[in-house]
């Protein structure tokens, strides 16, 4: 008990010290901790960061760069689609889910910058709040398991109706794992690891794996070889590199033919096996299983049919490709969030499954990839923005050296793919604050400061 105290009682001095030099420090903070809480609070938080971000303002602070802009202009560049939405209304309740992408960046523009410690002190403490968020579900799930004698309280998330899974479904496994990842990185980045630190990260793969998002466990696996092989200490002392360069091209030279032979077993079979998250779950027996091939090339579907995630995924991109083309609205989309309106039309065209007492329909779910969403609501213009938010996100992470960094880069990419991960209010705050904390202007630490 004595240890536990002294360590809280030094994280909570050191915070102080930290919020001393710099205001935005403990707001900056409680906003990425409060994410995974509900809304009111998170709200709040944010509000509080804002105030204090106006209430600090100072002429000789304000700095703004390209990288702080970007999400700026994609933020006017959504309120400006109200002017050509298909639906209006829709567009204008999305568009305060979006603010975020103007006002965190205003703030760090505008306000004292942290430095390389402050940075890095924000992504210490960000990781053990995750730490507590992990062994809280994971606790809950072991209760609820003793109670209810049902194995699913261990894995990904509760159903519409149902709320057995690891964690809320409002909370998103594919979501918390993310949130989970970035922890885990920092953890396993530090050259030099505490017991505690160790534990921290098994304690955090394990609930990653746990929550069961395939993407991200697969993301997760290769960034944890590539840190391991190529950035790691150990792996320069021993000179891995050509090894590890030769090994996959070998590999991919050997198992080529394999690889495409799979990719067709797979583009041709009805399976329930999908490599993306499912969109509806607990699925009644006899069903058909949508394969990817169908997905694509069915003139019809009918409500007995199911769609696992990647296949759906496919489906989507094949309506993405129909409703642009159609409407020929590639250079202004539809509007903010106002796609929606033609998923339906096209789940009615495709006789899709639509709903009933016990599960969404698939008419309600929105493009789930990032890209395509932007591309679809926004044009090509909020296309182009996404894309060159990203390539400056994973180009810093590069030139900075900070592995943290690349691993939400490459997280962000790759979890774009498969979710519309800026359209959920938890995700665009938690994209734009990290994004920001990573390519503001990053004070230089002077030893006489």
């Known amino acids: 008990m004595a240890n536990i105290y002294n360590f809280l009682k030094n994280v909570l001095l050191d915070i102080k ?12 903070l409680l906003l990425l901790v409060t994410i995974p809480l509900p809304f009111a609070v998170n709200n709040v938080v944010l509000a509080v960061f804002l105030l204090i971000s106006i209430l600090k303002f100072k002429k000789e602070n304000v700095s703004f760069n390209l990288f702080l802009i970007v999400p700026i202009v ?43 410690i402050q940075t890095e002190k924000i992504k210490q403490y960000y990781s053990y709040s995750m730490v507590i968020l992990a062994v809280f579900f994971m606790l809950r799930a072991t209760i609820r398991y003793f109670i209810n004698q049902d194995s699913r309280a261990f894995f990904y998330h509760g159903e519409d109706y149902v709320d ?86 070998l590999g991919l030279i050997v198992s080529f033919g394999k690889i495409k032979n799979r990719f067709k077993e797979e583009f041709q079979s009805n399976t329930d096996k999908s490599i ?20 694509w090339t069915n003139e019809t579907f009918s409500p007995n049919d199911y769609f696992p995630g990647t ?11 129909e409703i642009i083309s159609e409407n020929n609205d590639y250079l202004l989309g539809f509007g ?4 929606t309106q033609k998923i339906k039309e096209k789940a ?41 938010i990203v390539l400056f996100n994973i180009k810093n992470a590069i030139k900075n050296k900070d592995f943290v960094h690349f691993a939400f880069a490459i997280l962000m990419i790759s979890l774009f793919l498969t979710e519309s991960f800026l359209w959920r209010q938890r995700g665009v705050v938690f994209f734009t ?5 990573f390519n503001s202007n990053v004070l230089k630490d002077n030893p006489k400061n």
């Open 433 to 437: 604050l990290f994004y920001c904390l």
């Open 276 to 295: 993306s998250a499912d969109v509806i779950s607990n699925v009644p027996q006899g069903v058909h299983y949508i394969s990817l091939k169908e997905a």
């Open 74 to 116: 994609l933020f006017f560049w959504m309120a400006l689609s109200y002017f050509w939405s298909i639906d209006q209304e829709t567009t204008l309740k999305a568009i305060p889910k979006e603010i975020t992408l103007l006002l965190i960046p205003i703030a760090f523009a505008v306000n004292k910058k942290f430095t390389s």
């Open 336 to 339: 903010l969030n106002a796609s």
């Open 348 to 388: 009615v065209q495709y006789n899709l499954f639509l709903g009933d007492n016990e599960h969404e329909g698939y008419q309600d779910k929105n493009l789930h990839n990032q890209y395509i969403q932007n591309f679809s609501d926004l044009g090509i213009i909020g296309f182009a923005l996404l894309l060159i």
């Open 164 to 249: 057995y899974g690891l964690v809320p479904k409002l909370l998103n496994a594919i979501h918390v794992s993310v949130f989970a990842a970035v922890a885990l990185f920092y953890f396993v980045s530090k050259e030099v690891k505490t017991k505690f630190e160790t534990v921290a990260a098994i304690l955090l793969f394990a609930f990653i794996i746990l929550l069961s998002s395939k993407n991200i466990i697969v993301v997760v696996l290769l960034l944890g070889l590539l840190y391991f092989f190529y950035f790691s200490k150990s792996s320069q002392k021993l000179r891995l590199r050509n090894l590890i360069v030769f090994g996959l091209v």
């Open 17 to 28: 010290s930290q919020t001393n030099n710099n205001i935005l420090f403990l707001w900056s």
């Open 311 to 321: 296949a759906f995924r496919v489906y989507q991109f094949r309506i993405f490709t």
